[in-house]
C-alpha cells in the first residue's frame, strides 16, 4: 500500500500593503528568474514543497523544506513555516544557508466572510470544497492527541 505524500504550498489571494512594495501597477512578477517570470501577481506561488516536519514547538504544525519566493527581487530562499494551534496564523521564515540567519513574517489566514471577495483566478487554486462553500475544509485540525491532554 502506497501512502500519499502531503505537500504544503502558498499563493497571493489579496493585494495589500506589500503589493506596493513589488509596485502599485504591477500585475506579473518581473523580478521572477524561475517559472514564475511574468506571471501573474494574483495567484502567484510564493510558497513550495513544505513537507510536514512535524508538531512544532508552540503546539502547531511544523513544516520544512521548502522555499518562498520574495516577488519584490525574484529571491528564492529556503523556508520553514509553523501553523499555529487554532490555525489562524502562519509564521513562515526564509533564510540563506542554516534557519539562523534568516527571518520570521506572520501571516494570518482570511476570515471564512472574505473567501466569497476572492478573485475567480484564486477560487481556481483552491481545494474544490472552497467553491461549494464548505470553508472549514481548509481549517487547521487539532491534534486530537494533544486536545485530550491536559
Known amino acids: 500500500m502506497q501512502t500519499a505524500k502531503l505537500v504544503m504550498a502558498g499563493l497571493v489571494a489579496l493585494f ?31 510558497i513550495r514543497d513544505m513537507k510536514p516536519g512535524g508538531q512544532a514547538y508552540n503546539g502547531g504544525v511544523a513544516y520544512e523544506g521548502g522555499n ?3 516577488p519584490r527581487d525574484g529571491n528564492i530562499y529556503n523556508a520553514m513555516m509553523t501553523v499555529s494551534p487554532n490555525g489562524q496564523s502562519l509564521t513562515v521564515r526564509g533564510y540563506v544557508g542554516i534557519a539562523l540567519f534568516g527571518r520570521d513574517e506572520t501571516w494570518y489566514r482570511l476570515p ?18 472552497l467553491t461549494t462553500g464548505a470553508l472549514a475544509a ?3 485540525k487539532p491534534n486530537p492527541a494533544k486536545a485530550t491532554a491536559h
Open 16 to 46: 495589500g500593503v506589500a503589493h506596493a512594495a513589488v509596485g502599485a501597477d504591477a500585475t506579473v512578477c518581473a523580478s521572477c528568474r524561475d517559472d514564475r517570470k511574468d506571471q501573474p501577481l494574483l495567484g502567484l506561488s510564493l
Open 68 to 70: 518562498i519566493l520574495d
Open 112 to 129: 471564512d466572510t472574505a473567501y466569497k471577495q476572492l478573485d475567480p483566478v484564486i477560487l481556481a487554486h483552491l481545494p474544490g470544497q
Open 138 to 140: 481548509i481549517k487547521h
